[in-house]
Each structure stands twice: as C-alpha cells, then as structure tokens.
C-alpha cells in the first residue's frame, strides 16, 4: 500500500499519517498465530484443575493413550522436574517465593494445569482429556484479601507458613504520618475496593512451538507482547541455551498486560514439541481465558487524606492491601502492580507535611494476578479521587476548586514527589482548567427519578518504563532499555528493525514515520519488522507499559541521524564535493559545486558496494541505536464524566465525557486519540460492569460473557478530546507514553459523577464496579428508591 506523504516541507512527526496495516487487516490479512496453516501440525490441549486448592493424589491415562489419534500425554510424573523455575521479576520485602514453578502437584487455583495432550486435532485432544483418570485430595480454599488476612486462614503455600507475600512502607515515616493527621482539620478515611478484572483481549493466548531434531532448535510462534523475554524464560525452561530458541510474534490481537510472560500451559506445550520433535499448536479458548489466564487488579485500600481548615492538602495515607493469587513470582509483575500503585497515590497534588503508601501482598487460592493496563496507577487515582471529592462535600467546596488549590503549578516542574516519583514537565492545573471549561454548563437537568452529576479526576502517569539504574535500584529483573536497529537496502528502501510488538497500537506506522521524517525520505520507503528475536534487536519489556514509542521509538531517531549522515557523505563523495555544498531534496543529492546529482538509490547501491566510504566508516549502511532512559517520563490528564442515574432502577449512564492529556510530542495523533478512545472503553468496564467472581471454595463464577459483562458501544457516548504538548526533557523527540492515559482516570470521573449526581450515597461510594444493584442498594439504604 502507497503511504500519502505528508505535505511537502512538512514534518511527518505529528502527522495522522494511515496506520500501514489497516489495508490488509481490513481485508482479512492479518496474520495470528490461529492463521499459521495446520498442515502437519499436531494439536494440544490442556488438562486443568477443577479444585482450588489440594494436591494431585492419582493419575492414569491409559485409555487416552491407546487413543489411535492421541500422539503424546504429559502427565504429573512427566512434568514433576521437568522444568527449570523462572525467577522473579519483582520482589517485595519479606518475600520468600522467589522463583516460580511451572509445574506443581500442589493444587493453589482452579485452571492450573495438570496435564497436556497432543493429538491429530483439537478435538480429538479435548475428547482423550476425558478419558484421563485424574484424581485429587482437596483442602480448604481461601479467596479474598479479607479471608486470607484471617488468622485461621488456610495457607496457599504452607511451606511458608503465612499467606502474607510481604510489605512495603513508601513515602514518609509513620510518626510523620501520625503528627500530620493529629494536625488536621478534617481527615476523611475510607476503605475501596477495587476487585480482580479479565483482560479480555480480542485473541486469546496460543502458540505454535516447532522442535526441529535435527539442528536442536525450538521456533516458537506466540501471541505475546515480549517476544525476547519468552525467549529467555523458555530457554532457562527447557534448560536450552538462548540461541537455540526463536520467538516470532506476529499480529497480536490486544493484549493489555497479559501476554508478557511465559504462561504454565505454554511451557507444556513447547515441552511436547520438544519430546515428539515435531510443531504443535495451542490455541486458548474463551472459557479457558476467564478461567485460567491471569488476571488483573485486585485491591483493598484504607486511605485517608487530611486537610487544614482551608482545603489544603496536609498528608496522605493508602494502606494497601494486594492480592497476588496463588503466585507472587509470574513474569507478568507479581507484586509490581501493587508497588506501583502505592508509589503514584499523590498524583498531581503538593501534600505540605506528609503522604505515604504502605503495601501488602497476599496469597489467595485464585489465578494470580499481574499487569492490565494502567497497572497500580488506575486503582491509585481511583482511591485518591474519590477522597479528593468526598473532601469536597463534607467541607463545602467545589471539586474542581479543591484540586486547584492543591495542584504542583506548572512553575515549580520538575517535582519530586514524597514518594520520590520524579515528575518531568506539564502544566497539570491547565489540563484540570481545560478539562472544567470543556464540561461547563453541560449538566442535563435532573428530573424526579433521574439524577445527573459530573464528576472529575486528575492523574499522573508513569511512562517509557524505566531507567535500568532505577530496575537496578529497586531489584526488578527486567532490561528496561531499549534498542532499534534501521538499515538502508542496496536497492534504496529502508527497513526498521525492532523487538516491539504489534498488538494493536499501530506501533509500526509510528516507527516508520520516526525514521522517514529523521532520513527525509517517503514514507512508502520505510518497512518495518517487528518481534523476531531472530531479527530484532533486543527489546526486554518491549510493548508494554506505554514504552513503546517513548523507549523504542527513542532508539532510532539516533542511528536514523547516523545513516543520513553516512549517506551524505557516500553522495558528496560520488560528485566528488565537500559534504558542506551537497543538499537532498526528493530523494535526490545535488552539489552546489556544478549542479550535478545523484539519486538516493543510486548512493544506496555505492554505499553497499563499498564505494566513496571514508576509511573509518562502516561499509554496510545499518545502524543499532540504543536508548537507556536517564528518569522515568511522566503523563497526565484530567478527565470529565456526566451521568444520569436511575433511582428505580440503580443503572449507571454515561452521557457525556471530555478529557484533556498530555503525551509529549505525539507522532501520529489518529492513532493517539485511538489509544486514549480505547482505553476510555475500558475503564467504563471497570467502573460499571467489570468483576471477577469466585466462591467461598475458589470457584470462579464469571466463566462466560453471560457472568463477565463487557461495555458495548451504546455504553460509550461521543468523547470531547483536548491535547497538550509539553515536550519530556529526557525522551530523544520529546515522546511520552498514552497507551494507558484513557483508561487511568475513567473509573474515578464516573464515580465522582454518580457522588455528585446522588450525594446521599457518596460516603458510601467505596467501590466498583458500579452496578445497578449495588446502586439501588445504596439508594435503598438512602431512601431513594421506591
């Protein structure tokens, strides 16, 4: 597909310039792991648990193994040492688990797998599951953050002797704490909940794994978000080394934080490529993605701000309180969610005496939990906001004014926060100004059973994460720099190379538009290849945590600026010019010495024949660009909601929104808006409809879309949008994140719309989601509903 080019002269950075794969996604091209064809492939399924706790005790799989179609069980005692731990990514003090297994007889979660089979089809690997005789002796299960803190709690892992994974105090000292609180005018104390959510990606989880004998090496195709660290987890796995195992990831259909690990059941099935020596295929289905995929969130925070007489922030403090499921070590993150949510619970906000944040993981007999997007920061601006707010109406203010009064003025950026989060630049009260000007006087009029509110909620963001002396700093095993390595082919196109995913972000335009607007070439010359770690250069953390401009994208405007001077000078030296008289305009070189020229194709195939190169340069025309964030870059927003609530009924609708965001200098704005727009989406999920449930025995109760329910788009209204560009003083080009900017406010805005549209209820407003039958709860016990 030919690219429109941006007008001539101008800067295709900041250009809504098409996505290049929408042509071929649009027509059905899209190439995911379920495309690779079936030919000769061999078909797993996965044998899981249906307790939540306990141990395997028998096992026989005979009668699937007779099975003509059935090529290879792997049961417990194949799997029983079978595989080397993975190692934590993130620890948190006291904790004892720090590597994971990928394989255990000990039961801790419904969906952990027991067993997989292989056989000529999907099916036929379903059926022979049903002829295994599996057996197991259960024990008592324990499933939320409040049972497990019990005393009398059953263990998760009895080898350590407490469900308790270990804590963290952030910010102030407690005594600081105590005398700020003592001090106060008003403090307003409140216990949220924010509960566990599934991530829901439009592809669920699979891969093809390719065992070839004869050259001892293991191709695996996978929907995943970090192709290098897969790599390196299934060959610390498998006990191979690094360079006998490929990780190519294709398109991958949304991800949101679940796909950056090496998943249990994936091991299995690349263990069983590995034993018949032949490629077998594993796609999860919807009921094994609510069930066994990891999930996110999961919290319950007693928080209290307090305030002097004038509405001025004192102190602030969140116990924090995280549940981490049957495992603390995953890849996904582990404790990290949690650690980052207790780090980012000031915001934008100045807190004259104190504020601090103390975290504690638990052990609970579910899945365990890890990365969804906007990770620790959505749950921490959701508890904050709402006591911004509920400061608001028990000391008669305005919400909007109370944040004025309270917010880092954009003067006194860059900021170092209580907690020591660095914050680089912006103009946060401008965003809450813009945000307040965009939604006045838009309030509907309430009427006798409906009641409309609009409600705000500012945040801080953390983006292109992190600096590798602050992963150092804190022990987080993740290479958080980043590289891009760009090459100039003989024939005059242009090939970027780099370990970022394609997981709907439209990574791949961006990159491109960062290299042809550095060579000054077209776009129609940029391709761009991604997620081979056969190809791309190393890239850890790759797509995630809004880091893949901002980190990725920062590697190659560097190594672009060294090809463009490495042709130039090819070109000066082939009209025999000094570089100074040599100019470049529409793919042409000119010398002002005699008006002589010389294509950029033509310079391309000198430079690879070795031809005019100074005696110090490289002959072929690639360059690798590293880039190692110097601090952490920092987003924000404030966004805006209008709800009407429905006293008869307790439903919750969104009618309008507004939002104002700062990403730094954005690349291609369509595909900004489209993140923020996305993931605004998601966070009405979270604040009205999202929830997963368990029983008291560990059973999950939200296995289908008719339990879990999605927002749908009559659930969405038309969303008002605003930019702001503060450029980052650190990032090459200026680039801060927004994968994570729509959906980090969402959940605080509506909820301090349906407090504003029904404050009878607000003090008892602790909670999401907000469903209609909590809410008519609330009205009830208020004597609104009829």
């Not at 924010?194 to 996978?222: D, F, K, Y």
């Not at 040599?582 to 008006?595: C, H, K, P, R, S």
Request: some cysteine; proline content about 6%.
């Amino acid at each position: 597909m030919n690219i429109p080019e941006s007008d001539s002269g101008a800067s295709l950075i900041g250009t809504s310039v098409p996505r290049v794969q929408d042509d071929r996604m649009l027509r059905g091209d899209g190439w995911y792991v379920d495309d690779i064809r079936d030919a000769g492939v061999l078909h797993a399924a996965i044998l899981r648990s249906p307790i939540a706790a306990g141990r395997i005790s028998g096992f026989d799989a005979a009668e699937a193994q007779s099975d003509p179609t059935v090529s290879l069980v792997l049961g417990p005692d194949d799997l029983d040492g079978a595989f080397q731990t993975i190692p934590a990514p993130w620890l948190i003090p006291g904790q004892q688990e720090v590597d994971f297994l990928l394989f255990d007889r000990v039961i801790r979660y419904v969906g952990q797998p027991v067993a997989v089979v292989v056989a000529e089809s999907r099916a036929a690997a379903e059926d022979a599951i049903e002829l295994i005789d599996v057996t197991f002796d259960e024990s008592p299960a324990v499933v939320s953050i409040a049972n497990a803190r019990a005393l009398d709690a059953p263990l998760v892992h009895h080898e350590i002797g407490s469900n308790m994974v270990g804590q963290i105090h952030l910010g102030n000292d407690v005594e600081s704490l105590n005398n700020a609180f003592e001090s106060a005018h008003t403090v307003i104390d409140r216990e949220y909940t924010v509960p566990r959510i599934s991530h829901n990606s439009m592809e669920p989880r699979g891969l093809v794994a390719e065992w070839i004998p004869s050259v001892q090496q293991l191709t695996v195709h996978s929907s995943t978000q970090v192709p290098h660290l897969v790599r390196q987890e299934v060959a610390r796995a498998l006990s191979l080394r690094a360079d006998q195992v490929r990780v190519v990831a294709p398109d991958v259909g949304g991800a949101f934080g679940l796909k950056t690990l090496l998943f249990p059941d994936e091991a299995l099935v690349c263990l069983a490529s590995k034993t018949l020596g032949t490629r077998v295929k594993w796609i999860e289905d919807r009921a094994e993605a609510l069930v066994s995929s990891y999930q996110g969130r999961g919290q319950l925070d007693r928080a209290r701000l307090a305030l002097d007489e004038n509405g001025i922030f004192l102190a602030l403090h969140v116990d924090l309180h995280g549940d981490v499921g049957a495992y603390s070590c995953t890849g996904t993150g582990g404790t990290g969610p949690f650690q980052v949510s207790g780090l980012m619970v000031e915001g934008p906000y100045r807190y004259s005496l104190a504020a601090a944040a103390t975290v504690t993981a638990w052990y609970t007999n579910a899945v365990p939990t890890g990365a969804f997007r906007g990770y620790g920061m959505q749950e921490a601006t959701y508890v904050r906001e709402r006591l911004i707010d509920e400061a608001a109406r028990v000391l008669g203010l305005d919400p909007v004014e109370l944040r004025r009064r309270n917010m880092i003025p954009a003067d006194e950026l860059p900021f170092v926060t209580r907690l020591q989060m660095p914050y680089d630049s912006g103009d946060y009260p401008q965003a809450l100004e813009r945000a307040s000007t965009m939604s006045a006087g838009k309030n509907n009029t309430s009427t006798a059973r409906i009641r409309r509110g609009i409600g705000y909620s500012s945040m801080t963001e953390i983006t292109g994460f992190a600096p590798s002396a602050l992963c150092e700093m804190y022990q987080i095993h993740w290479s958080s720099w980043d590289s891009s390595k760009i090459r100039i082919n003989e024939d005059g196109s242009v090939t970027v190379f780099s370990g970022l995913t394609s997981v709907g972000q439209g990574i791949e335009t961006a990159l491109g538009q960062i290299a042809a607007e550095t060579l000054g070439v077209p776009m129609n010359l940029v391709a761009v290849q991604l997620g081979d770690t056969a190809v791309s250069p190393f890239s850890n953390m790759a797509s995630q945590a809004s880091r893949a401009v901002t980190i990725g994208g920062a590697a190659l405007p560097g190594a672009a600026e060294r090809l463009r001077e490495r042709m130039l000078s090819l070109a000066s030296a082939a009209l025999k010019s000094d570089v100074d008289q040599v100019t470049f305009d529409g793919l042409i070189y000119t010398t002002a010495d005699n008006g002589q020229s010389i294509s950029w194709t033509q310079v391309a195939h000198r430079g690879w024949m070795g031809w005019g190169r100074k005696p110090a340069d490289p002959i072929a025309l690639e360059e690798l660009g590293e880039y190692d964030p110097p601090s952490i870059t920092y987003g924000y927003a404030t966004h805006a909601a209008q709800v009407a609530v429905d006293l008869d009924t307790g439903k919750v609708a969104v009618e309008a929104y507004w939002l104002v965001h700062d990403a730094g200098v954005v690349v291609n704005p369509r595909i900004v808006e489209g993140q923020i727009l996305g993931g605004v989406a998601m966070g009405f999920g979270s604040a009205l409809l999202e929830e997963v449930v368990y029983s008291e025995a560990g059973q999950p109760l939200t296995t289908t879309y008719l339990d879990y329910i999605l927002p749908a788009s009559e659930d969405i209204p038309d969303i008002e949008m605003d930019h702001m560009v503060h450029p980052s003083p650190f990032t090459p080009g200026g680039f801060k994140g927004a994968g994570e900017s729509g959906t980090i406010p969402t959940p605080g805005a509506i909820a301090n719309a349906v407090a504003a549209a029904v404050p009878e209820i607000a003090e008892d407003l602790v909670f999401l989601p907000m469903s209609p039958s909590r809410i008519w709860t609330l009205l009830d016990k208020a004597g609104l509903a009829r």
